[in-house]
């Protein structure tokens, strides 16, 4: 019996028209209202046989509800049976920050207890995690130096980019730096070890300096990121702007003058992380998402490109189910604290939850057999009832399982937030690919 699947969902285009997919395949076809009503009545008498062949093979039509169920076993099987693997390293090379951003995705950092990362942790971190690519023929990974400020114990940081470089090992490296303390012979080993920088500064002096501070004194930090960015556009250090994307930047209506004038040509813009209780992630997020495309519609003409949204672009146009927005989520990803503790997630690096071993006496595979590896990597959409009702799901990743853990209680609990960003997302990106295909009709 022919019967539309029930991953089947319709998303309006204009007023006669509908994109109409299978949201676990996403192969999009344009159908009028009257014949998407003809479909689910099961009248298919205007159709070619043709055209009921690929409503078929796009997944939107079914024999019966086995079917429908046989498709999502073997896509769910594929990533909950997925090789144990870890492709991507955070190291925490200090544990303290010289700032105290208002929205910190990290929380409240107390440098009075802060640690440092030692060289011997930072070289078992690294031999452990070469041998795991290695084993498991990973072509290249990653490690991203993270914190707290890891330029505050850049020796960490040179040894690692050092022993990569001389020994030619198939990992690249970046750092995500506020640049504040980033002196010239730090910039020179960055550009020597081929080390990508992402720069945390949000807008024009007042707008950063309203979230962004130091802990001590009443310095810009704005003026000490810009002062880094001009000595670095003089160098072939690849580097992005790290924009957080706070209400008070989607208030400022010069934001994305201000980024022409910087003259930069890589942003990532990242979405506010809610870490308490309020309902105020419901305007951010649509406000947020709408933000997006606009900041895409200006300044990808000028070839400054944006990480976040081209994601979904990429995820829209792939013949690939985005599984994960983050690597933390489906366990791909480790992170190594400063005391050589390891977790999944970068961020619960600053607290001690979520513990599956230490790099000084483990090495990375026994972190498979622990119930917080196995917890993560079984978070994903395709294991969640409501996902699989989401249109979005295709192109969607998740979100984040700590976002969700702050606000409803759970990791497991659904990224609400995110929720909004992706439906508007896969929305705007079908309505742009109807105009684009019947320009000139």
């Not at 076993?73 to 544990?95: E, V």
């Not at 390891?342 to 619960?348: D, E, L, Q, R, S």
């Not at 997302?425 to 684009?436: F, G, S």
Request: hydrophobic share 35%; with cysteine; net charge positive.
């Amino acid at each position: 019996m022919t019967m539309l699947s029930q991953y089947t969902h319709k998303i309006q285009l204009d007023r006669n028209n509908y994109a109409v997919f299978n949201n676990l395949i996403f192969k999009p076809v344009i159908l009028s209202k009257n014949e998407f009503d003809q479909i689910k009545a099961g009248d298919l008498s205007s159709f070619s046989k043709q055209n009921i062949k690929s409503l078929y093979k796009k997944g939107i039509l079914v024999d019966d509800k086995e079917t429908d169920q046989n498709a999502y076993r073997i896509l769910r099987d594929s990533f909950n049976n997925s090789p144990d693997r870890i492709c991507l390293m955070y190291l925490i090379p200090y544990s303290g920050c010289n700032l105290a951003c208002r929205y910190c995705f990290i929380g409240q950092i107390d440098n009075k207890k802060a640690t440092f990362m030692s060289i011997e942790t930072a070289e078992n971190a690294l031999r452990k995690f070469y041998n795991h690519l290695k084993k498991n023929r990973i072509k290249k990974g990653q490690i991203i130096f993270y914190g707290g400020e890891p330029t505050l114990n850049f020796s960490v940081i040179e040894k690692i980019s050092n022993d990569i470089m001389r020994q030619k090992l198939p990992i690249i490296l970046s750092m995500i730096t506020n640049a504040t303390a980033l002196t010239d012979e730090m910039i020179k080993i960055c550009e020597d070890n081929h080390i990508s920088l992402g720069i945390s500064l949000d807008g024009p002096k007042a707008l950063n300096d309203y979230n962004r501070f130091f802990k001590s004194g009443t310095e810009s930090v704005y003026q000490k990121a810009i002062q880094t960015i001009s000595k670095l556009k003089k160098t072939s250090v690849d580097f992005a702007i790290s924009l957080t994307l706070s209400q008070e930047v989607l208030d400022d209506n010069n934001l994305l003058n201000w980024i022409k004038e910087l003259d930069v040509k890589n942003i990532n813009f990242n979405l506010l992380h809610f870490t308490h209780k309020n309902e105020d992630w419901k305007s951010y997020y649509q406000k947020a998402s709408r933000f997006l495309f606009q900041a895409y519609d200006q300044l990808f003409p000028l070839n400054i490109k944006d990480d976040r949204i081209l994601r979904k672009f990429r995820s829209f146009h792939s013949e690939k189910f985005t599984v994960n927005d983050c690597a933390a989520v489906g366990s791909e990803q480790i992170t190594i604290r400063p005391d050589g503790s390891m977790t999944i997630c970068h961020g619960y690096w600053n607290t001690n939850e979520e513990n599956c071993g230490n790099i000084n006496k483990d090495d990375i595979d026994n972190v498979f057999q622990t119930p917080v590896y196995h917890k993560w990597k079984t978070n994903l959409t395709v294991n969640k009832k409501k996902c699989l009702k989401c249109p979005a799901i295709y192109i969607c990743g998740g979100g984040c399982p700590k976002q969700s853990e702050s606000l409803f209680g759970s990791q497991t609990h659904v990224d609400s937030p995110f929720c909004i960003h992706a439906k508007y997302t896969l929305k705007e990106l079908l309505k742009r690919q109807y105009k684009e295909n019947t320009k000139g009709d």
